[in-house]
C-alpha cells in the first residue's frame, strides 16, 4: 500500500479521490491554506495539485480535519451507538473517546463489549475507555463491581484504549490499595488515564496527578484551569447538555491553548439532533470570540495528540482522511464528511445505515424490584426541621438547604409547598434499598416523575408529592424495563418512554425516540418543572456522590464534602 500512496502522492498515478480547490485548516501553523486534496485507500497522500479517479469542487467551502470528540458517554444520548453515530458523524465527528461507564455500572463487562460491538458496523472511530470506577464510590449500590483485578484482566482485551475518567479523586489521593492496582494495570499497559477532579488543588493535586492521570473535564475556575494545564494536565472544554464550561475558553491564550480540548461528555439525543455535537460547541465558542482556528484546533489535533491517536486530527500527507467540509468557520454547517477517505454524510444526513442494531440479551431486562407500594415512600422525620437538596440551573452541583416541614400521620407532608419527597429505589439485585430524601425548587406538583438513569449506579431515582404515585412511577419503570415515566395524581395518567438496553438506551430509531423523549418532557413541564432545569436528566445528577453537595443514594443521604453519610434531620 506505502507504494499506492507514494505513487499517488508523486503524481505518478491518479490519486483515488481529490477534494479539488480547497480551502483548509492547517492546524499545525494555524492558517487557511489551499489546495487539492489527494486520497488513496482511506489516507491522505497530497495536497497542491491533483488529478483524482473521482473529483469534489469544494470551492467556496472549508475542509477540516474530522472533530474527535474527547470524552463522551454514548448512552447519555439514550441511543444505541448506531443510532448515536447517525446524528453525530454528519455534523463532522469522526471519533470519538468514549467511557461507557454508564452500562458498565448495570451490565458490567458485559455493557462495555456491547458498546464496542455495536460500534464496529457504523463509520465512527470509537476509542472505548474501561471506566475506572464502578461503583463510583463504595456507598451505593450497582449491578456490577469492576475491582483491580478484574481491571488488570480487561485492560488486556483488544477493544480497550484506556482508563476511564477516575472519579475516585479520594482514593488516589489516599493510596487506596484497588484503585492503586487499577492505576498500575493501566500503566502496565500504556494506557492513557482520564481525569474527574473538580476544585483539587495545590498538593492534593500534586497526589493525584502522581496516579499517572492526564485529563480533567471538571475544571470552573481560572485559578484550577492554570494550575492543573501548568502540571501538564489537558483540560476539557465541555458542552453536554445539563452540564457546560465553555467559559473554559476564555482562559485560553496563545500560549496554552494546545492544552484544551473539547468534549461532550453527556448530550441528549434532542440536542443532537435539533442542535447538533461539536459542530454545536465550535459555533458557540466563535460566537463567544474565541479563534475559529483556536477552537478547531482543539477539536482535533490537541484532542488526538492527547490521547495518542495518531495520524488524526490534521490535514498532511499520511494521515487519515478523515475529513469535515464546512460552509464556513462561523456555521460550521457540514456539507460532506468522509471517514477514512469515504463519503458517509452529506448535507447533514447520514450515507450509511443503522437499521440493523446489535443487541444481546445480557444487556435487556435490568430492571429488578420489588413491587412497590404507597407506604414504601413513607418519610418520618424527628421534628419540623430537614435538609433538602437544591440544584442550580446548568450544572450538576447541587446544596443543602435547611426547610421546615409538616409531618401527618408520621409521614412528611409536602403538598402546597415547593419541596417534594425524592427517593431512589435500588433496580440491581433485589436489595429492597430505598433512599428518601427532600428536594426543594424544583416546580413539580401533583404527581411523580421518574427515570431509571440515574448517575452513576443507575438505581431509580424518583421525584414527587404523592407516595401512591411514587410507587406507579417505581412500578412502571420496572413493567417496561427502564426508562422515563410520569405519573399525574389528578388524572391517573401514566406517560412513560422506554429505554431497554440497560435502563439507559433504547433500541429504537432516534427519530422516533426523540419524538416521544421530546412530548413527555413537554408535559413535564406542563406539571411545574422549571424550564431553565432538563426536566429529566437533571433528575438524574441528584444521585452522583462524586460531585459535591448533597446527594442521595439508595442506601441513604450522603455528604460528598465530608464523602460521608448524613442525617436528613436538622435542628
Request: hydrophobic fraction near 40%.
Amino acid at each position: 500500500m506505502l507504494e499506492k500512496y507514494i505513487s499517488a502522492a508523486a503524481g505518478r498515478e491518479k490519486a483515488e479521490l481529490v477534494l479539488k480547490n480547497a480551502a483548509y485548516l492547517d492546524v499545525f501553523c494555524g492558517v487557511i491554506r489551499k489546495g487539492d486534496i489527494a486520497v488513496v485507500g482511506g489516507k491522505i497522500v497530497g495536497i497542491g495539485s491533483y488529478e483524482g479517479e473521482k473529483e469534489l469542487d469544494v470551492s467556496h467551502l472549508t475542509v477540516l480535519p474530522g472533530y474527535i470528540d474527547g470524552h463522551v458517554h454514548i448512552e447519555s444520548s439514550q441511543l444505541s451507538p448506531e443510532e448515536f453515530a447517525s446524528l453525530i458523524v454528519p455534523r463532522g465527528t469522526t471519533t470519538i473517546i468514549a467511557d461507557p461507564h454508564e452500562i458498565t455500572n448495570v451490565c458490567g463487562k458485559a455493557g462495555c463489549e456491547y458498546i464496542a460491538k455495536a460500534s464496529e458496523n457504523v463509520p465512527l472511530d470509537v476509542k472505548i475507555q474501561l471506566p475506572s470506577c464502578v461503583p463510583a464510590t463504595p456507598f451505593e449500590t450497582s449491578g456490577a463491581v469492576l475491582n483491580g483485578k478484574d481491571t488488570e484482566a480487561i485492560l488486556k482485551e483488544g477493544y480497550i484504549y484506556g482508563l476511564g475518567e477516575f472519579m475516585n479523586y479520594p482514593g488516589v489521593i489516599n493510596c487506596d490499595a484497588d484503585v492503586i492496582k487499577k492505576l498500575e494495570a493501566a500503566h502496565a499497559r500504556g494506557k492513557i488515564i482520564d481525569g474527574h477532579a473538580p476544585a483539587v488543588y495545590g498538593e492534593t493535586l500534586n497526589a493525584y496527578l502522581c496516579g499517572g492521570i492526564s485529563t480533567d473535564h471538571e475544571c470552573v475556575y481560572k485559578e484550577e484551569i492554570d494550575e492543573k494545564i501548568s502540571k501538564g494536565m489537558y483540560v476539557h472544554i465541555r458542552h453536554g447538555s445539563s452540564t457546560q464550561n465553555l467559559g473554559n475558553a476564555k482562559c485560553m491564550t496563545s500560549a496554552n491553548m494546545r492544552r484544551f480540548i473539547l468534549c461532550t461528555d453527556d448530550r441528549h439525543a434532542a440536542d443532537l439532533k435539533e442542535k447538533g455535537h461539536l459542530d454545536d460547541a465550535l459555533r458557540r465558542l466563535v460566537a463567544d470570540g474565541v479563534d475559529p482556528i483556536a477552537a478547531v484546533t482543539c477539536a482535533t489535533l490537541n484532542c488526538a495528540e492527547c490521547y495518542g491517536l495518531k495520524y488524526k486530527g490534521a490535514i498532511a500527507p499520511f494521515w487519515a482522511a478523515d475529513l469535515v467540509v464546512v460552509d464556513n468557520l462561523k456555521n460550521f454547517n457540514a456539507k460532506y464528511v468522509f471517514k477514512d477517505g469515504k463519503l458517509v454524510a452529506k448535507d447533514g444526513k447520514p450515507l450509511f445505515d443503522t437499521s440493523k442494531r446489535y443487541l444481546p440479551e445480557n444487556v435487556l431486562n435490568t430492571v429488578h424490584v420489588k413491587t412497590l407500594k404507597p407506604e414504601d415512600f413513607t418519610l418520618t422525620l424527628k421534628g419540623k426541621k430537614a435538609k433538602a437538596m437544591t440544584i442550580e440551573p446548568g450544572g450538576v452541583v447541587t446544596g443543602c438547604e435547611i426547610v421546615e416541614v409538616q409531618s401527618v400521620n408520621g409521614d412528611v407532608d409536602v403538598k402546597g409547598t415547593d419541596i417534594l419527597k425524592m427517593a431512589v429505589v435500588e433496580r440491581h439485585k433485589m436489595t429492597g434499598n430505598i433512599g428518601k430524601g427532600l428536594f426543594k425548587g424544583y416546580g413539580f406538583k401533583g404527581g411523580a416523575m421518574g427515570i431509571t438513569i440515574a448517575h452513576d449506579s443507575h438505581n431509580i431515582i424518583l421525584l414527587g408529592d404523592d407516595n401512591a404515585a411514587l410507587a406507579t412511577a417505581a412500578n412502571k419503570l420496572k413493567e417496561i424495563g427502564g426508562g422515563m415515566v410520569l405519573v399525574n395524581s389528578a388524572t391517573g395518567e401514566v406517560d412513560s418512554v422506554t429505554l431497554d438496553i440497560g435502563g439507559l438506551m433504547s433500541s429504537r430509531d432516534a427519530e422516533g425516540l426523540q419524538r416521544d423523549s421530546k412530548a413527555l418532557i413537554e408535559k413535564a413541564y406542563s406539571m411545574g418543572v422549571k424550564r431553565e432545569l432538563e426536566a429529566f436528566m437533571s433528575l438524574a445528577f441528584l444521585s452522583l456522590a462524586v460531585i459535591p453537595k448533597l446527594k442521595l443514594l439508595d442506601t441513604g443521604l450522603f455528604d460528598v464534602e465530608k464523602f460521608s453519610f448524613t442525617d436528613i434531620n436538622a435542628e
